[in-house]
């Protein structure tokens, strides 16, 4: 199945438990979960990969909780995740990744911040990975933080 088979959506209550599910397995950020502010995509009415912005009260939006689940990677899943996310968010919006995604997350225009680029809420997670030794970088996009010309496909 590729992406043609795909449906993008806004989450429903039901999807809760697999947004979860999903996050957890990847192993990323469990908080902060609520499925009102998730995209999913849904693959013969199983859904199959999640996403979702998450506003600071610092003001600064966060690309987060991207996830799909690894028997449907490589299809252009997490493409259509981004993509769809990006479109609702015009403005500067920032992830915290593993190095191993900067690649992939390059190809929508976000580039790796230096601390002072960085609003106060990543500069605290910033702080938070360099204290446990993480590989985490903070990324970001939009104006005022990084000039986007053609994103390359991909």
Do not use: K
């Amino acid at each position: 199945m590729g992406t043609e088979e795909a449906r993008l959506r806004p989450a429903r209550p039901e999807d809760q438990a697999v947004i979860r599910r999903l996050v957890r397995q990847a192993r990323l950020n469990p908080f902060d979960l609520h499925w009102s502010r998730f995209w999913v995509v849904e693959i013969a009415g199983q859904v199959v990969g999640a996403g979702q912005i998450r506003r600071h009260q610092d003001g600064s939006r966060e690309l987060a909780s991207l996830v799909v689940d690894p028997a449907w990677q490589g299809r252009g899943l997490g493409t259509m995740l981004v993509q769809a996310l990006m479109a609702q968010e015009p403005g500067p919006l920032y992830l915290v990744c593993r190095a191993e995604l900067e690649g992939f997350y390059r190809r929508f225009g976000f580039r790796r911040l230096s601390r002072q680029e960085m609003p106060p809420f990543f500069r605290w997670i910033d702080r938070i990975a360099r204290l446990f030794q993480r590989s985490w970088m903070v990324m970001g996009w939009g104006p005022g933080i990084t000039v986007r010309d053609q994103p390359t496909e991909g």
